[in-house]
């Protein structure tokens, strides 16, 4: 599913079966670097600060580890099993950095389904060059009832003194 569609459709739990997958895909722009620091509040100098960075054993900037967790939970929310999904848990095993510019694949699977619309997948984070960066497992209460909403318009946000 593409982040551009203008309608998000869930997946019920009656519908999901073990081995399902999907994905999501997003790129890591400075402005979402800069913004998820600010939200977030996490201010750490390897993320923001390129001289820092330099000296780290990254070498260079590199994106929060809940930055990739992130997207995790937007692809539970809006591609699989989507709207109506309640996020129970999460375990993240962070492999490798992510980078500025790089694009990142989410790759959800279902492992089981346990009872009362629980779901558990498999998540899997992998930058452009299929290398692993994340890996876990999530857990969910997958929705019952099928929906079909058009996708909010998310607001324009202009970064004021970032340097």
């Known amino acids: 599913m593409s982040d551009t569609l203008d309608i998000l459709e869930n997946i019920t739990y009656d519908e999901l ?14 402005d979402e ?11 750490n100098p390897v993320h923001l600060d390129p001289d820092y960075a330099a000296g780290s054993i990254f070498g260079e900037r590199v994106a929060h580890g809940m930055w990739s967790g ?9 591609v699989m099993p989507g709207p109506g999904t309640v996020y129970l848990e999460q375990s993240l095993s962070f492999k490798r950095p992510v980078k500025l510019n790089d694009t990142v694949t989410v790759k959800l699977t279902v492992l089981r389904k346990d ?13 452009q060059n299929n290398q692993k960066v994340v890996t876990g497992e ?7 009832d099928k929906v079909s909403v058009y996708k909010p318009t998310l607001p324009n946000i202009t970064i004021e003194g970032h340097s």
């Open 17 to 30: 079966n073990e081995g399902d997958a999907a994905t999501f895909v997003r790129t890591l722009s400075e």
């Open 33 to 43: 670097l800069v913004l998820f620091a600010a939200v977030s509040g996490d201010a």
């Open 70 to 78: 992130a997207l995790i939970s937007a692809a539970l929310a809006t």
């Open 115 to 127: 009872p009362k619309n629980r779901v558990v997948f498999r998540c899997e984070v992998t930058n």
């Open 138 to 144: 999530a857990r969910v209460i997958a929705p019952t």
